[in-house]
């Protein structure tokens, strides 16, 4: 009977353990789908499909941001960006703009395909569901190029693509803090004289200061009453510009002097 050697099978065990730890590492180096990605070299092709042989739907720059959606070996499948072609037959969308043109369009029909040109053998790039708007770029014969919608897809190989770093919120600017300015009280002293009845006015009384200026004043009019051609002293604030022929002052304190 063969015997295993104790030595042995440690090492098989060993092994076993090292690879199920290892497996996990080198699943994680990779950025698994779904995730925003960015493109790292210039002038990197889109493709129809998961091979090098396929179709190229349009060329991406170095930076442009792409939603990674999937995966097949080493391409990752992504959402078309915004330069890449697009065609819907005319026959299958209605133009909904108010002012007669055909900027904006809805689809007819369930599940219209969307290719890569302007026919009916090109590559299908994604279907549009009925109801969906499309945005119109321009017209090609039976044909309406347009802008991808968000169900169409393409291939990049993963050694062009690197995971985007996180968008960092935009900062609302605060507004500076605006201190309230503190108006310096107005201190006038002269005689309290009737300013007499002005229609839908609420200036009942004038003061007359030593050097003949007057000032019309608003308050309680009981009160200013009580010191008709008396002296006071009267402390408020403007109602308007100090520069007026006749300022309007509002009474806070009312003091008579003599």
Known sequence: MRIIKPCFIFLSVWLCITGILLIPA???????????????????????DSTVG?????VAEKGLRLEVVGENYEWYKVRLPKQAPAYVSKELVE???????CASGKILKERVNIRMEPNLSSHILGKAEQNEMVTIVSEA??????????????????????KAPAEEPVKVAEKPKVEPVLEEPVVIEGIIQPHG????????????????????????????????HRKAKVTGSFL???????????????EAID
């Open 240 to 254: 308007g510009t100090p520069d007026q022929k006749y300022p309007t002052v509002e009474v806070k304190i009312l």
């Open 26 to 48: 080198c699943v994680l180096a990779e950025e698994m789908p779904p995730f925003t990605g960015v493109v790292n070299e210039e002038d990197v092709n889109i493709r129809s």
């Open 141 to 162: 014969q039976d044909w309406y190029k347009i802008l991808p919608i968000p169900n169409s897809y393409g291939w990049i190989h993963k050694k062009f693509v690197s």
């Open 197 to 228: 009845f002005i229609f839908r006015s609420e200036v009942s009384h004038k003061l007359v200061t030593q050097d003949k200026k007057i000032f019309l004043l608003k308050g309680d009019k009981a009160a200013l009453k009580a010191l008709n």
């Open 95 to 101: 133009c909904v703009d108010s002012d007669g043109g």
């Open 54 to 58: 396929a179709s190229i739907i349009c």
